[in-house]
């Protein structure tokens, strides 16, 4: 296990042009980060799951997510860039969608496609060829988690779905911490 201050600098000292979604991987998988390097990037609130910038550069941006029990995403994409996951705290699900119907007008039809689960021993990333997805702390796990997100590039605003009402809008993301000092 390495720190997370040595996490970023492995990751900063892979070529923009190798950032590269199975280089990556083999980088996220091959250097588990220390959960006890992670504290003074944890916020956690019952409310809603939370953001915490960790870095941020022209070429990927580390944010750690803060989840507490039966906490999730809503379905969402990255805005066609590219998204590694460590989960150093707890254990989270993955559920991928297929992007089944949809036009301008924000119809959507979505269909449930595989699930996985990530904990300490199970990074993953998100298949570009199946980009929309949620995250869920599920109840049964019975604990909080902090997930560790890469997303090449950095962005500001993604697309959310609903399956139920069969459609999809724009949201703007920000931070709830940047760099370990509380912004909202």
């Known amino acids: 296990m390495e720190t997370v201050d040595r996490f970023v600098e492995g990751l900063c000292a ?3 042009n ?3 979604v199975p280089r990556v991987a083999h980088y996220v998988q091959q250097h588990p980060v220390d ?3 992670l504290g003074s990037y944890l916020f956690y609130s019952p409310a809603h799951y939370t953001r915490n910038l960790i870095y941020k550069s022209d070429v990927f941006e580390l944010i750690a997510i803060c989840w507490d029990i039966g ?3 809503q379905i969402h994409n990255h805005q ?3 998204c590694w996951m460590a989960v150093p ?3 989270l699900a993955v559920q991928n969608y297929e992007l089944v119907k949809f036009d301008d007008s924000g119809f959507c039809q979505l269909k449930k496609a595989n699930r996985i689960i990530m904990d300490p021993q ?3 990333f998100v298949d570009p060829a199946m980009p929309i ?3 869920l702390n599920l109840s049964r796990f019975r604990q909080r988690a902090t997930s560790l997100h890469i997303y090449s590039r950095p962005y500001d605003q993604c697309l959310v779905y609903s399956a139920q009402k069969k459609s999809y809008w724009g949201v703007s993301l920000s931070y709830d911490s940047e760099y370990g000092v509380r912004s909202r």
């Open 89 to 91: 705290l707890g254990c």
């Open 18 to 20: 190798e950032f590269t």
């Open 71 to 73: 906490q999730s995403s």
């Open 35 to 37: 959960p006890e390097s």
């Open 122 to 124: 199970h990074p993953s």
């Open 80 to 82: 066609n860039q590219n």
């Open 133 to 135: 997805h949620a995250v």
């Open 14 to 16: 892979i070529k923009e």
